[in-house]
């Protein structure tokens, strides 16, 4: 059920205000009252000093001055969003809005025109990025549909290429469900946002699954610390000198204590392509990557979520694959490194074949993801806060 609106019935915000906006909200199946100033109601809106001008009714009545105030009823608006865009016009002081408030200003302010007074307020609520702790996806189309009605086409393309990758695999499911997101947002660019992050996610999983088919194909090996008891198990730590040699230290496993040849049991690690591959799966399962049907088809993942978990790779396999090949010459410390570099890189990148949708044909039927990936998940699972994203 639809809140009551906060706006009171008549709210005065020019004591001398010679109009009155009787705003009719069909929502809510309720109307309120303002008091206005026709002046700065004309300055601020090419709309409202056409129809206080001497074209229509109530600009005649204005300047008969047989009326102390003309009433002008406006219909279709959201009351609240009316009562903060009034206010922003008179020079009233604003509370926080969140963000489907300003996407309901921003909306009532395109329709009037009136988006250059606006223009301090613009730049904060479109300096809000999709990296706010406790954003929904909805919050997160309520500030693109802001800033796709408030910011000039080439600003806006910039607000969404920096933002991009903070939107989970899955968003439009989500955003399609709220009538003034299908109505205020261009089929095409939701499409395009779709196809970024797809590809992009695409790109992330093909390069480490590249990863693992190089390391097939590169046999040198190298001296690991730590040693293993064939029969129990048991691993024993050794460590690497100043001089990258592997110092023996004195091991000791419950063998011991049932047979007087453990030593012999003793085997070497080696960093050779079975354990590479061994540990650059164990490593990336670690990491929240692998396997990567599960973690790069989830619904709520988005590009940012994966470059976050790439960022570690590395520091992760200094400690858990210790060779004296090192980042210079042991194959898998060397291909991480490189994939933490490329994941960065698309990361950075993902909204970068955005473009605005006037240069595009392509209309969608209905809003989704590209055909080629499916969904089949229900779209319920998305309507919550994406908290559990990691941003």
């Known amino acids: 059920m639809e809140a009551e609106p906060k706006t009171p019935s008549r709210v005065v915000l020019d004591p001398e205000g010679d109009v009155i ?5 069909s929502d809510l199946a309720r109307s309120g009252e303002f008091v206005v100033s026709s ?9 409202f000093s056409a129809l206080t001008g001497p074209k229509f009714k109530e600009g005649q009545q204005l300047r008969s001055g047989q009326h102390q105030q003309t009433r002008i009823a406006l219909y279709e608006d959201n009351l609240d969003a009316m009562d903060s865009l009034l206010k922003i016009l008179h020079f009233k002081s604003l509370g926080e809005l969140n963000p489907k408030e300003i996407a309901m200003v921003a909306i009532q302010s395109d329709k009037y025109h009136c988006l250059t007074a606006l223009l301090p307020w613009v730049q904060k609520w479109c300096g809000q990025g999709f990296d706010q702790p406790g954003l929904s996806v909805a919050d997160k189309g309520h500030l693109a549909l802001a800033a796709h009605l408030l910011l000039p086409s080439r600003d806006f393309m910039l607000f969404a290429k920096k933002n991009i990758k903070h939107l ?3 968003f439009a499911a989500n955003w399609k469900k709220f009538d003034i997101m299908q109505t205020h947002i261009p089929e095409d660019l ?6 970024c992050i797809h590809e992009t996610l695409k790109s992330m999983q093909n390069y480490l699954e590249e990863v693992e088919h190089r390391l097939r194909y590169q046999a040198s090996y190298f001296k690991m610390a730590g040693e293993q008891c064939l029969r129990c ?14 110092r023996d230290s004195e091991y000791h496993c419950c063998c011991d204590y049932h047979n007087d040849d453990a030593e012999h049991r003793i085997t070497k690690n080696l960093c050779t392509q079975p354990a590479r591959i061994a540990d650059y799966l164990a490593i990336l399962t670690d990491a929240g990557l692998w396997p990567f049907s599960a973690n790069f088809l989830e619904p709520y993942v988005s590009v940012f979520d994966i470059g976050k978990k790439a960022q570690g790779l590395v520091e992760m396999m200094n400690l858990k694959h210790v060779c004296e090949g090192g980042v210079r010459q042991c194959p898998l410390l060397r291909e991480l ?3 933490m570099d490329e994941l960065k890189a698309l990361e950075g990148s993902a909204g970068a074949t955005l473009s ?6 392509t209309q969608l039927a209905d809003w989704g993801e ?3 990936e499916p969904w089949v998940g229900g779209e319920d699972e998305l309507d919550g806060s994406d908290s559990s994203m990691g941003e």
């Open 370 to 372: 590209p055909t080629s």
């Open 356 to 361: 605005w949708p006037e240069e595009h044909s």
């Open 337 to 339: 490194k490189m994939a």
């Open 39 to 47: 002046k700065i109601l004309s300055l601020a809106s090419p709309y």
């Open 168 to 170: 989970p695999r899955y």
């Open 21 to 25: 906006l009787v705003v009719n909200d």
């Open 190 to 195: 939701i499409y395009q946002f779709s196809i």
């Open 233 to 246: 198990g048991g691993t024993f730590n050794n460590e690497i000198d100043e001089t990258g040699d592997i």
